[in-house]
């Protein structure tokens, strides 16, 4: 049996292992995993003004299939965007969505059109899909307020 806890949070460490790589920033995952009413999201860096709710799902199968068309209520990637953008705004941040499922590579779900990465747009979410590694290279993604 897949313990579903323990599934969120090696996908939250890889994405926390991948910001900090290719960043610098001592990105932590958020303690209590978003419980707390003032704190959202699943990673952060403490203790500075953060641009971004950072959401992490891993998941057994890919939310972005031809499903996407017929179940709009119950597709996971709109529900998690959907929860995301409340979140996002609740706390003045701007969304951003990291997911992966089974033996996948991470992808990260934007509302800013990437200038020089391959992307997918999704018009009814108003969102942007690419490769995060690929996203994280070629972008100019500042993650801290006054960030250069």
Excluded at 43 to 57: A, D, G
Excluded at 121 to 142: F, G, M, P, Q, R
Aim: net charge positive; charged share 30%.
């Amino acid at each position: 049996m897949v313990d579903s806890r323990a599934k969120g949070a090696r996908g939250e460490y890889l994405v926390r292992d991948m910001l900090r790589d290719w960043k610098g920033h001592q990105f932590e995952r958020v303690p209590a995993s978003g419980a707390l009413a003032y704190l959202k999201g699943d990673l952060w860096v403490p203790n500075e003004k953060n641009i971004y709710c950072i959401e992490v799902k891993s998941y057994k199968d890919s939310p972005l299939c031809d499903k996407i068309f017929t179940q709009v209520k119950t597709n996971n990637l709109m529900q998690w965007w959907r929860k995301l953008l409340i979140q996002a705004k609740g706390g003045d941040q701007e969304p951003l969505l990291f997911y992966k499922y089974n033996r996948s590579k991470v992808y990260v779900v934007t509302d800013v059109e990437p200038k020089h990465t391959k992307y997918l747009y999704i018009s009814w979410l108003d969102a942007y899909v690419a490769l995060a590694e690929e996203w994280l290279e070629n972008e100019t993604v500042k993650f801290l307020a006054g960030e250069h």
